[in-house]
């Protein structure tokens, strides 16, 4: 044995030995658990991405469970999920859409969450708002939990509607009560590469979520009631599709199809725009003067488009009970702190606990949507849904781009979606 | 059998990696399999009659047609008259890496900047066309112009790498053709036709090769783009079996017909390409 190797000092040893009879001596209970990491997927990619990553930082501070997060765009990720959650890779909490629910539900990826288990996390359909609890709903069982409401809301750019005369004495930009009116006062705004209207972030002519909407506020929809035939075919569908078009052409209001409505609406040269809740605060952030008004009734009925983010359990290739019990933890803890979220990442929650907060009541952006809850609307649960707003995204874009009349689009479209298999 | 055992790993990546999947992708073709689904039943040729009948895989395959057409000429000739210019001179190897840059880059960081470039709104290619007094256009949004920007973006993003390639077959050109061409009066238009284009044959089957089978498999451009608008205006085969496959509803078993369908035709078309431009070159 050489000298190095036998370099253990007297003082060493008693000082290993007094750590160990220390160590054995330690009451139990303070004997630090190994670390429970979870696996976590969500396709947060924008701002609110930067804020569940504070919150999962707080989480992790608070319970010493660590989270691995994988951010990806969320139709990357619904095709992960379904490929990997079959073969074992799935992760632990996944944060998906409502509408997904229905199919992931039927495909076996999610795990059903039963009454009891429900119960006992402290969870209560009451606490939450009626439209957000149904929708983790399919079929009698529950799959899902919300978190919160991503929802329309009409913004107007002070700048530019000042310019057009279409400000009041006191500097407050009209708000349009009608179809009608909101193409007189955009047609007002709309000159040269200012634009006077637009629904949606990019991309308006295959914005299919401001085309449901519209499709809701005209009392029509994709599916007829039985959820097996397409509706898009009724007049009411056609209606809404026939205005779809006039946006980008005859009424010469709107962005092309490909625009970023969002870069527009910060340059000031967007009027009026009908976008997500998700983006106020990076409005505020690049400092747009800006004010929102609930979400004009521009056909029969008021319907405001809304998609709540739901928590779902993908189902393991094997049980893991401590895991589960964490993914539960991290749901628990971010409802109990949905305030924040609500503050930070601009989204009204779905449980009513944070509706109350003088901070939510006091911001005029998240009083506006959450007096919106009457007239949200959801997708319509079948497994189908997701799939056939695939199908409208390019068609309603070649009626916005006048590629096909209205009418012949919405007799194609719902010849596809009929043609979708079971 | 030393050769065999030398060609045996080769052959094994080759047969797991390649030849097993491309198998499996035509048993998948003849069932209606969905993506996540354990069980599915086998449905003969079902998918591929379905094909017959869906117009927007019809649409689909005559955009692919079209680019394949409109972008050859450009991506054989840009890239081999800037060889040309580049074959000699002093500034040969630094313009060689500028011209080589752009495609270092991914095509999602193409698709990115190219989309910037050319918004309707904000984008400085239609801000300086205003500025010239010209009307701005929405290049990507329009049927018209749409499927040409992304062939413009495609030549762009390509060049260099064809570049590269054809200044190799032109110095592997012996420069005494030229000067005997020069001796017997053949000017540069007539030693182009009858020194350079025959000698580069293999070269520019080559491009031309390449090219096609990619042109068929053109999706990335499409992808980040247009998404395959505006409505179906530039929807690309592979495109379509994509949505098909990771959208709509995870039909495997209908994509992989399309794949399937996609494979044969670019089959066909190199076999034609490989007997039209085969020829002997000898120097």
């Known amino acids: 044995m050489t000298r190095a190797h036998s370099a253990v000092s007297r003082r060493r040893f008693l000082g290993g030995v007094t750590a160990t009879a220390a160590a054995a001596a330690w009451p139990r209970g303070a004997v630090a658990q190994p670390k429970t990491t979870l696996t976590y997927w969500n396709g947060l990619t924008g701002a609110d991405g930067k804020v569940m990553d504070e919150l999962i930082d707080r989480f992790t501070r608070d319970t010493g469970i660590q989270i691995e997060q994988q951010r990806i765009p969320w139709a990357e990720l619904y095709a992960k999920l379904q490929v990997a959650v079959p073969a074992g890779e799935g992760p632990d909490l996944a944060l998906i859409h409502t509408v997904e629910v229905p199919h992931f539900a039927s495909d076996g990826v999610l795990e059903a969450i ?71 006062m955009a047609k007002k705004m709309a000159r040269g590469d200012t634009f006077g209207f637009a629904i949606g972030t990019s991309n308006p ?109 993908p189902k393991p290739k094997t049980a893991d009970r401590t895991r589960r019990e964490a993914a539960w933890t991290h749901v628990r803890w971010m ?26 009541t006091g911001d005029p952006v998240l009083k506006t949507l959450l007096a919106q809850g009457a007239n949200w609307q959801v997708g319509q649960p079948t497994p189908k849904w997701v799939a056939a707003e695939n199908l409208t995204r390019p068609v309603i874009e070649s009626v916005y781009t006048g590629q096909k009349p209205a009418k012949a689009a919405m007799e194609d479209l719902a010849r596809q979606i009929n043609a979708l298999p079971e | 059998m030393t050769p065999y055992l030398f060609l045996a790993p080769g052959l094994l990546l080759f047969a797991a990696f390649r030849l097993y999947p491309l198998l499996e992708g035509l048993r998948l073709s003849l069932t209606n399999a969905r993506l996540g689904r354990a069980s599915y039943q086998y449905v003969g040729l079902a998918n591929y009659a379905r094909l017959a009948d869906d117009t927007r895989f019809h649409v689909s395959l005559g955009n692919t ?60 290619f239609n801000y300086y066309l205003r500025t010239l007094g010209v009307p701005a256009r929405s290049w990507l949004a329009d049927p018209q112009t749409a499927m040409w ?7 762009w993003w390509v060049t260099g790498y064809y570049l590269v390639v054809y200044l190799a077959g032109l110095q592997d050109i012996p420069r005494d053709l030229y000067e005997a061409a020069a001796l017997d009066g053949a000017g540069g238009w007539r030693s182009f036709w009858t020194i350079t284009v025959p000698l580069l044959r293999p070269v520019l089957l080559f491009v031309v090769v390449t090219h096609v089978i990619g042109s068929f ?67």
């Open chain 1, 335 to 360: 409802t109990d702190h949905v305030a924040e979220w609500t503050l930070k990442a601009g989204q009204v929650s779905a449980s009513r606990k944070a509706h109350g907060d003088p901070r939510v």
């Open chain 2, 149 to 155: 920007a992304i062939i413009a973006t495609t030549v």
């Open chain 1, 114 to 184: 039963d009454d009891a288990t429900l119960a006992g996390k402290g969870f209560r359909g009451d606490d939450y708002l009626p439209a957000t609890w149904q929708g983790g709903v399919f079929q009698g069982k529950r799959y899902s939990l919300p978190l919160d409401v991503p929802q329309h809301i009409l913004y107007l750019n002070v700048k530019v509607m000042k310019e057009a005369a279409l400000a009041g004495p006191d500097g407050k930009p009209r708000v349009p009560g009608s179809r009608d009116e909101l193409v007189t």
């Open chain 2, 217 to 283: 498999q053109l999706f990335g451009q499409v992808f980040v783009l247009t998404g395959g608008g505006p409505g179906d205006a530039t929807r690309t085969v592979v495109q379509h079996l994509y949505e098909t496959a990771f959208q709509n509803f995870f039909q495997f078993g209908a994509a992989s017909a399309m794949a399937w369908v996609l494979f044969a035709i670019v089959l066909v078309f190199s076999v034609l390409q490989f007997r039209l431009l085969r020829g002997h070159t000898e120097f």
């Open chain 1, 205 to 313: 002519g295959r914005y299919t979520w401001g085309f449901h909407n519209l499709l809701w506020q005209n009392g029509a929809n994709i599916y007829a009631a039985d959820l097996k035939h397409a509706a898009l075919a009724e007049p009411a569908a056609v209606e809404v599709a026939e205005f779809w078009g006039g946006l980008g052409n005859a009424l010469k209001i709107a962005p092309p199809a490909n625009a970023n409505c969002r870069d527009a609406f910060i340059a000031g040269k967007l009027g009026m725009w009908i976008a997500g809740s998700w983006n106020f605060t990076g409005l505020r952030e690049a400092k747009v003067d800006f004010s929102v008004a609930p979400l004009p009734r521009l056909f029969k009925q008021p319907v405001v488009w809304a998609m709540p983010h739901q928590y779902s359990f």
């Open chain 2, 65 to 124: 047609a079209f680019y394949t057409v409109a972008s050859t000429l450009p991506v054989l000739a840009v890239p081999l008259l800037l060889a040309l210019a580049l074959n000699r001179g002093r500034l040969r190897n630094v313009l060689r890496s500028l011209f080589f840059f752009p495609f270092t880059l991914s095509v999602v960081t193409v698709g990115l900047a190219w989309l910037w470039l050319l918004d309707p709104v904000v984008g400085p």
